[in-house]
């Protein structure tokens, strides 16, 4: 079976290794109609979950935990729902998005139940939504305000428009590709394939693959020292990353 | 009016339920006229005596919140056969469909109305959860949740295998265009009283599940019907039901030292009624009829 011990436990999966009952709920690779008439392939690589402490404990960013991405309620297959449970690598990006939605707004962003990840089973996703590549969002609440009408939701969807070009907001509205009681934000069909990985394969085992750029993150929050860059980029670049943020 | 229905052997206690049918009906009239009640609907059996008895009980009424024991019934129908754990999570949220137009609509969500509900939008409550307070604090936004989480066909399929006549559900609570285009939710009190009594009897999908839904329905926060008309120490599981021209109550009966009755009474106001007793007499006068034959 392919798969890799990532931080904290987490292992990479390629979906094609899942179970019969999972592989086909969560039908890695697929291809799949968006209401446009579009064709996307379905992630195939997953993050393993293997705990409900572990989705708790697991934090993607400073302010949004795993278990953010991960809370549905039973539209979702009950077998999707059931640890070990499977979200999309790209998971991290719509984190590192959310994350910068946060600092933009000053307050937590809460997401929706059904908000975050949902599998190709799950009862809402009627066509390829960004939802079943782990790259969307429905935030139901900033700080104390309520996303439900016009005024708030118009307000933070130009707060995201203004952040970056690389997130798509929805409308607000009554009908499909609407929004009227959450903001939904999505960065597309992105789908992460792990480095060492060859996408030709179909059944041949994988070597253990890892992202590297975990293993940065991982020493950054750990506190633990870096390898001194290189002298020739500038003197800035040697505070690192959190400090060149502040 | 139905025949009571005694064992054939006691030709007294014929005497007595014959006595009691003249007297009950005599009774109803007078409460109809009083109340200036437009239509009346009334369902009882005695468990105790097996005394039975109606009034006007076929008649189709507006269901109001009655409908919330179909759903109750169908959830536990889902629950029994395994389609659905009790603690499954549902998402709060006001955003349900007409059966109308299938345009979208909210919930004019009220938080001393809805209470917890309310405090868990966004969040998730568990089946059960909202069973509870769909039936207990009578909350509409756990009813149109429990309908969408289970289905209307599944509401009607519950009604139709338990071989319950004269409920209708088609829908959740507060779906103006629905109600605008006259798709409502309809029950007669004979209806609701099968249903009860499979649930005070434990047919209703088994005795584990009929037992919980007596437990919830026990909760009931709302006493001016049924129990109204009752001595304080009355246990009623009972679901009422009040919109502004109905007013119906529907419970099982518990007295000390005798078996339940099962009582079904709708009311009807040709106008806007405010606060009426007509329901809580009704159960006055059955009880005291009752206390009449249980003393001889």
């Not at chain 1, 989705?55 to 999707?80: C, P, Q, Y």
């Not at chain 2, 007078?30 to 437009?38: F, G, P, Y």
């Amino acid at each position: 079976m392919a798969e890799t011990e990532s931080e904290s436990g987490l292992k990479i999966v390629d979906g094609f290794d899942l179970e019969p009952e999972l592989r086909a709920l969560l039908r890695p690779g697929e291809l799949v109609e968006g209401i446009g008439g579009q064709c996307h392939h379905l992630p195939r690589y997953f993050y393993e979950v293997p705990t409900r402490e572990a989705a708790r404990e697991i934090r993607l960013t400073a302010h949004f935990g795993l278990n953010e991405f991960l809370l549905v309620d039973m539209k979702e297959a009950s077998r999707v729902r059931a640890f070990p449970r499977y979200v999309p690598c790209a998971i991290r990006m719509t984190a590192f998005y959310l994350e910068r939605l946060r600092e933009a707004t000053g307050a937590p962003v809460h997401l929706a139940v059904n908000g975050g990840y949902r599998s190709p089973a799950h009862k809402l996703s009627v066509a390829a939504t960004p939802h079943m590549w782990g790259t969307a969002a429905d935030v139901y609440k900033i700080g104390s305000v309520v996303l439900r009408d016009r005024a708030s939701i118009e307000t933070y969807n130009r707060v995201v428009e203004d952040l970056t070009d690389d997130l798509y907001v929805m409308p607000y509205g009554h009908g499909i590709g609407t929004a009227d009681d959450h903001i939904h934000v999505d960065l597309g069909y992105v789908v992460v394939v792990p480095r060492e990985i060859s996408e030709d394969r179909l059944d041949r085992p994988q070597d253990r693959p890892r992202f590297a750029f975990e293993e940065r993150r991982r020493g950054d929050r750990r506190g633990w020292p870096r390898e001194p860059l290189p002298d020739i980029l500038p003197a800035a670049a040697h505070t690192g990353s959190s400090e060149s943020k502040k | 009016m139905s025949k009571p229905q005694a064992p054939p052997e006691a030709a007294p206690a014929r005497e007595s339920v014959a006595k009691a049918e003249q007297s009950l009906y005599a009774s109803v009239l007078a409460i109809r006229d009083r109340h200036e009640l437009e239509r009346l609907g009334i369902a009882f059996y005695d468990a105790e005596t097996t005394l039975q008895w109606s009034y006007n009980a076929d008649a189709v009424f507006h269901a109001a919140s009655t409908m919330k024991l179909a759903v109750l019934l169908a959830v536990f129908r889902q629950f029994t056969r395994g389609e659905l754990t009790l603690d499954e999570p549902v998402h709060v949220r006001n955003k349900f469909v007409s059966i109308h137009d299938r345009k979208p609509y909210m919930l004019e969500l009220n938080r001393d109305n809805e209470g917890e509900v309310y405090e868990r939008l966004g969040r998730t409550m568990s089946v059960e959860q909202l069973a509870y307070h769909m039936i207990t604090s009578s909350s509409n936004f756990a009813t149109n949740l429990l309908v969408d989480a289970v289905g209307v066909p599944v509401i009607q399929t519950a009604l139709e295998e338990m071989k319950i006549e004269g409920l209708k559900v088609l829908r959740g609570v507060e779906d103006h265009a629905a109600f605008e285009a006259g798709l409502n939710n309809e029950v007669t009190a004979n209806g609701l009283l099968k249903l009860l009594r499979l649930i005070a009897e434990g047919r209703a999908y088994g005795e584990e599940a009929s037992a919980r839904m007596r437990e919830i329905l026990l909760d009931q926060r709302f006493k001016g019907g049924i129990p109204a008309g009752l001595p304080e120490a009355a246990r009623v599981a009972h679901k009422s039901g009040n919109i502004s021209t109905v007013h119906h109550d529907a419970g099982i009966v518990y007295l000390e030292g005798r078996k339940p009755y099962v009582l079904v009474v709708l009311t009807q106001f040709p106008n806007e009624a405010g606060v009426t007793t007509a329901v809580a007499d009704v159960s006055r006068d059955i009880y005291e009829c009752l206390a009449g034959m249980d003393g001889g």
